[in-house]
């Protein structure tokens, strides 16, 4: 049992990142860019240390959601090229051209103001447009001859690539998938008739990496989860999972004090949890201001002394009580594990998120600021 001077911490493995960035170009092949996701903060694994960490392994590009995100990685000196996926929002323009973050534009009008702003600068941008294919969320559903002329016309700027997003990617019960490629990849190749022929197309996150759908692959790749060691399982009849990927992030908690309580006590708020009998619990150091689900009150597990043991009572703001019966060896200042492995015991995300009702992304990214991060 590992003790710590943290209330609750995290530890990420870098290489482990490292290790899921390789196995991703594994599976798609030499002639496919991988751009892992850094946005939310590399998904609370953190956005500088795994950006450097990646681009020491050969990542060429980094994704971000907003020009935020982007700067930040800009001052910590990462160099490479960075795509800013879901922001052009008037206020970011400027940052965004100044950083040389590379925008994704989501309908004609930002590439007109792209252009203008371009035009005024002096300057030449490069540009991704997003093609909304279905998922009716960010893109331009625009027809093509509208969208061709609106590219055409905007001459200073460059049209480096086009993408779009999946809505069900993993869920092989649904033809959205399917129907959203065919509409993307129609889209791209009425534009090539016309003579736009941009570098690179994109429209895979890790679920189309991981299902092995080859025809959305085109010229880079944009995993996320995948990049931090998840894949979602797939819906109805999937083919098997080609990614073999491993969690980098290990959440521990402290033991702030350890007693018997009398068969018939209540544990905590609301009086949710009544031993059944004379029992020994522990309170840690953790609660749903750190981003431990409030839903996993009275439901969820940890590991504690190699073993899993369940959580007594509602999660609390910065304390959570578990079953230390069968843990005689805990004390104060030990650590439990909330995600992660002892031994042969593991809770991972997915399973975190499946008794919270909530999913595996949710639950990372929940990790709060609070939290210290250690890296290995
Ligand atoms: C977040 C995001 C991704 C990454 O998705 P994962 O499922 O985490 O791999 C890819 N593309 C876009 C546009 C995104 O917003």
């Known amino acids: 049992m590992s003790t710590s001077p943290y209330r609750s911490w995290i530890e990420v493995s870098l290489r482990q990142i490292a290790d899921n960035f390789n196995a991703i170009k594994l599976v798609v092949g030499p002639a496919v860019e991988v751009m892992p996701v850094v946005k939310a903060d590399a998904y609370r694994h953190g956005a500088i240390e795994v950006s450097r960490a990646l681009v020491d392994r050969g990542a ?34 400027v940052a965004m051209l100044e950083h040389k973050l590379t925008p994704v534009l989501h309908s004609l009008d930002d590439l007109r103001e792209l252009d203008e702003l371009a035009r005024q ?62 509409y993307f990849l129609g889209l791209c190749e009425a534009l090539r008739t016309a003579g736009i022929v941009p570098p690179m197309a994109h429209m895979s996150s890790t679920g189309a990496i991981a299902y092995g759908r080859r025809e ?40 702030l004090t350890v007693k018997e309580v ?32 409030h839903r996993l009150s009275n439901k969820g597990h940890v590991i504690a002394c190699g073993q899993r043991v369940p959580i007594l009572g509602a999660v609390s703001m910065d304390m959570t009580t578990i079953d230390a019966t069968h843990c005689p060896a805990l004390k104060p200042g030990d650590a439990v594990t909330l995600l992660g492995s002892e031994g042969d015991v593991s809770i991972d995300a997915q399973e975190m998120a499946r008794v919270a009702g909530t999913i595996s992304y949710s639950v990372l990214c929940a990790i709060s600021s609070r939290v210290k991060r250690v890296y290995l």
């Not at 990685?73 to 922001?87: K, S, T, Y």
């Not at 941008?125 to 909304?132: E, F, G, Q, R, S």
């Not at 006590?265 to 981003?291: F, H, K, Q, T």
């Open 60 to 93: 060429r590009w980094l994704a971000v959601s907003n020009v935020e995100e982007g700067v930040a990685l800009r001052q910590a000196g990462i160099a490479g090229r960075i795509l800013v996926m879901a922001d052009f929002l008037p206020a970011g323009r």
């Open 121 to 182: 600068r002096g300057t030449l941008a490069d540009y991704h447009l997003k093609i909304d294919s279905g998922m009716g969320r960010l893109g331009t559903r625009a027809a093509v001859g509208e969208i061709h002329q609106a590219i055409t016309a905007a001459r200073n700027v460059r049209l480096e690539g086009l993408m779009t997003h999946f809505a069900s990617v993993s869920d092989f019960s649904s033809r959205q998938t399917g129907e959203q490629t065919r």
């Open 216 to 255: 959305a692959w085109c010229d880079m790749v944009r995993p996320g989860h995948a990049i931090y060691g998840y894949t979602s399982p797939a819906r109805g009849k999937g083919p098997p999972n080609l990614l073999h990927v491993k969690p980098a992030l290990t959440w521990k908690a402290s033991v």
């Open 262 to 293: 009398h068969g018939g006590a209540l544990i905590g708020y609301g009086g949710m949890y009544r031993a059944p009998e004379a029992m020994r619990i522990a309170v840690l150091a953790v609660g749903y201001a750190d981003g431990l689900p």
